[in-house]
T-cell receptor
Framework: GAGVSQSPRYKVAKRGQDVALRCDPISGHVSLFWYQQALGQGPEFLTYFQNEAQLDKSGLPSDRFFAERPEGSVSTLKIQRTQQEDSAVYLC??????????????????FGPGTRLTVL | RKEVEQDPGPFNVPEGATVAFNCTYSNSASQSFFWYRQDCRKEPKLLMSVYSSGNEDGRFTAQLNRASQYISLLIRDSKLSDSATYLCVVNMYNFNKFYFGSGTKLNVKP
C-alpha cells in the first residue's frame, strides 16, 4: 500500500549500542513527526520536520537522540548509547500539509506501524 | 500537569450500549482536536477530527466545549469491533506539537 512504513519493526539492542530507525512517509507529505510511546501511555512528541527542515526537536529526551530527513522524504531517528529507559515503541507519522495549518486535510496524521525497541 | 488528560478506563460495556468518554486539555489556545483509535500493538488511526462545535460520523459523535476545555466522544450501539483504546489529541494552530492523552480503553462484550 501507500501508507507510512517503518523499519525495522522490532529491534533488540544491548545497553550502550547505537540504533537507527527508519521511516518512509507517504509520498508527497510535507510534515513528518516522530513519537515515543511507552507501554500504557499515549504517544509523546519527539520531533517534527517540514520537508527537510527540522522545525521542532523540543521533545527529544536527550542529546543521545538525533533525527534527520535530508531530502525531505525518508527520515531516520538515531539513538546513541541506548539505555533501558529508551525501550518503547517509536512511531512515525506524516501529514500532507504543514503542521499548524487549518483544515483536516492538512492536519490528519497517518502513522506507521512503529518500531518496538527493547534495550537489554 | 499534562496537556491532555483522559480517564484510562477500562470501560466495559455490553454490545449495543452507548458509551461516552471525556478528555480535558489545559491550554486554552488549543485549536485542533482529534480522536484517534489504537488497537492493541497497532498504530493510532484517525477516528474523527473536531473543529467547531462537534462532529457526527455514523455511530460516533464528538463534541467540543471550549469554555470548559474538554472534548467528548460518544459511541452509540457499541460493536465488539469498537473495543480499542481511544486517544484524545490536541494541537494549536501555528505550532508543530500534537499532544496525545494516555488513552481510554474500551471493552465491548457480547
Amino acid at each position: 500500500g501507500a501508507g507510512v512504513s517503518q523499519s525495522p519493526r522490532y529491534k533488540v539492542a544491548k545497553r550502550g549500542q547505537d540504533v537507527a530507525l527508519r521511516c518512509d512517509p507517504i509520498s508527497g507529505h510535507v510534515s513528518l513527526f516522530w513519537y515515543q510511546q511507552a507501554l500504557g501511555q499515549g504517544p509523546e512528541f519527539l520531533t517534527y520536520f517540514q520537508n527537510e527542515a527540522q522545525l521542532d526537536k523540543s521533545g527529544l529526551p536527550s542529546d543521545r537522540f538525533f533525527a534527520e530527513r535530508p531530502e525531505g522524504s525518508v527520515s531516520t531517528l538515531k539513538i546513541q548509547r541506548t539505555q533501558q529507559e529508551d525501550s518503547a515503541v517509536y512511531l512515525c507519522a506524516s501529514s500532507l500539509g504543514a503542521a499548524g495549518g487549518r483544515g483536516a486535510s492538512t492536519d490528519t496524521q497517518y502513522f506507521g506501524p512503529g518500531t518496538r525497541l527493547t534495550v537489554l | 500537569r499534562k496537556e491532555v488528560e483522559q480517564d484510562p478506563g477500562p470501560f466495559n460495556v455490553p454490545e449495543g450500549a452507548t458509551v461516552a468518554f471525556n478528555c480535558t486539555y489545559s491550554n486554552s489556545a488549543s485549536q485542533s482536536f482529534f480522536w484517534y483509535r489504537q488497537d492493541c500493538r497497532k498504530e493510532p488511526k484517525l477516528l474523527m477530527s473536531v473543529y467547531s462545535s462537534g462532529n457526527e460520523d455514523g455511530r460516533f459523535t464528538a463534541q467540543l466545549n471550549r469554555a470548559s476545555q474538554y472534548i467528548s466522544l460518544l459511541i452509540r450501539d457499541s460493536k465488539l469491533s469498537d473495543s480499542a483504546t481511544y486517544l484524545c489529541v490536541v494541537n494549536m494552530y501555528n505550532f508543530n506539537k500534537f499532544y496525545f492523552g494516555s488513552g481510554t480503553k474500551l471493552n465491548v462484550k457480547p
